[in-house]
Nanobody, 124 residues
């Protein structure tokens, strides 16, 4: 089992930045792919970014590419999502997720462990 806890959400003006953290406990965090997803009211949960277990490969949704950066520190059992140039359409609950394996990073159903989510609100 892996337990995930997100933090760092909040209210920010358009153009601003936030850094989300995902603290993991339980089984060896470094073995897992870490993904970030988000869900806005009335919408399905959507993929934001993913990073492989060694951090060698990263993947991004087109909507955040160039603005968001995913990273991880396995020594601290923590994943991060740096969000810059935020837009009102980025407003959502952001979830951290973890899984083993090495494909299909974009699908939430492929992730085994989830955090409780953290709210990000971007005002115009």
């Amino acid at each position: 089992q892996v337990q995930l806890v997100e933090s760092g959400g909040g209210l920010v003006q358009a153009g601003g930045s936030l850094r989300l953290s995902c603290a993991a406990s339980g089984r060896t965090f470094s073995r897992y792919v870490v993904g970030w997803f988000r869900q806005a009211p009335g919408k399905e949960r959507e993929f934001v970014a993913a990073i492989t277990w060694r951090g060698g490969s990263t993947y991004y949704a087109d909507s955040v590419k160039g603005r968001f950066t995913i990273s991880r520190d396995n020594a601290k059992n923590t994943g991060y999502l740096q969000m810059n140039s935020l837009k009102p359409e980025d407003t959502a609950v952001y979830y951290c997720a973890a899984r083993e394996g090495s494909d299909n990073y974009y699908y939430p159903t492929r992730y085994d462990y989830w955090g409780q989510g953290t709210q990000v609100t971007v005002s115009s």
